[in-house]
């Protein structure tokens, strides 16, 4: 839902969160010979990553000039590094949905966060207010308070009893950790239990249910939908034992349950960087989180499920 945001005060402080792009990492960094050598090559699979490379680094540079201009205290942080966002009363991404995704595993509740796509051409941008293009006008934007807030829900996960986060955006893949071996778990939601054989399923709440939830057979939920949604992947059902559960959503006040029946789990959380080992018989618990996201100049609002 869209919430109203106050004005920060004068020189605000901002944080800056930002990726390294793949040039970077595999070229600069790495030192990948097989890359390198594509690269020297012009070989159209690598083609894209020094423009985007390019591209990046325009927009950092710009980040800085404009950020300075407009009268902030910036502090740059790559996203890799640790550390929290509370102290800032504005948070900006520079990448694309990965580096939001990223950040906002590190932003409380309260805590407005404004994503740019540094690399629109090669990068979707679905979180993003703006490119690189409109880098300085979305930054003056979010500084006078201007820019209109959504609070998006987020979901918490548990495992055996131990806080895993309360901070997911998009999604959580449960799956065995081999892609080409079968997941075998039981699920209850709503009174009902199930023990399913499948490919894993994708649980989430309201932002990430026009992604990988839908791609796997799932609804688009209205953003300020406050249920989460799971979605079971290629499940291996027979005439004689239908499931019910394959996909559906989950309350608030009500929790979804698993427990795992085989013995190389995983639990990827916001996409491949966070995995969390889940052996055999252990206990998963998702439901909606108390600390929801502020997301400032979000376009993608979505009036009603499709």
């Known amino acids: 839902m869209s919430v109203s945001r106050p004005k920060p005060a004068s020189a605000p402080r901002v944080l800056v969160i930002y990726k390294k792009s793949s040039y970077q990492i595999y070229v600069r960094d790495r030192r990948h010979a097989l890359i390198e050598r594509l690269i020297e090559a012009r070989d159209r699979t690598v083609a894209p990553l020094l423009r985007a490379h390019r591209d990046h680094l325009r927009a950092l540079e710009q980040a800085r000039a404009a950020l300075s201009s407009l009268g902030a205290r910036a502090s740059f942080r790559h996203r890799s590094q640790p550390g ?4 800032f ?4 991404t520079l990448g694309g949905d990965g580096t939001l995704l990223w950040a906002s595993h590190h932003v409380g509740p309260g ?3 404004i994503a740019i796509n540094t690399a629109p051409r090669d990068s979707v941008g679905y979180y993003c207010a703006g490119t690189k293009a409109e880098l300085r006008d979305v930054l003056r934007d979010a500084l006078r308070g201007k820019l209109e807030a959504s609070e998006l ?32 778990y039981s699920i209850r939601v709503g009174g009902r239990e199930e023990n399913h054989k499948s490919s894993g399923l994708w649980v989430g709440p309201a932002a990430g249910s026009s992604a990988a939830q839908h791609s796997a057979g799932g609804r688009i939920l209205p953003l300020r939908s406050q249920q989460l949604q799971f979605v079971v992947r290629e499940p291996y059902e ?30 990827y ?16 618990e998702l439901q909606l989180s108390d600390e929801p996201l502020t997301l400032l100049g979000f376009r993608h609002h979505r009036d009603r499920a499709r």
């Open 84 to 87: 929290h966002a509370q102290a």
């Open 89 to 92: 009363d504005l948070v900006v």
């Open 111 to 113: 805590v407005p966060v």
């Open 153 to 184: 829900a987020r979901m918490r996960a548990d495992v055996d009893g131990k806080l895993v986060t309360k901070r997911v955006l998009n999604d959580v893949l449960f799956c065995h950790n081999c892609p080409a071996s079968t997941s075998r």
């Open 238 to 267: 027979t005439k004689d034992n239908p499931y019910k559960l394959k996909r559906g959503l989950v309350p608030p006040g009500q929790v979804l349950r698993l427990q795992s029946r085989m013995r190389a789990g995983r639990l």
């Open 269 to 284: 959380v916001d996409g491949p960087h966070s995995a969390h080992v889940i052996d055999m018989a252990s206990r998963i």
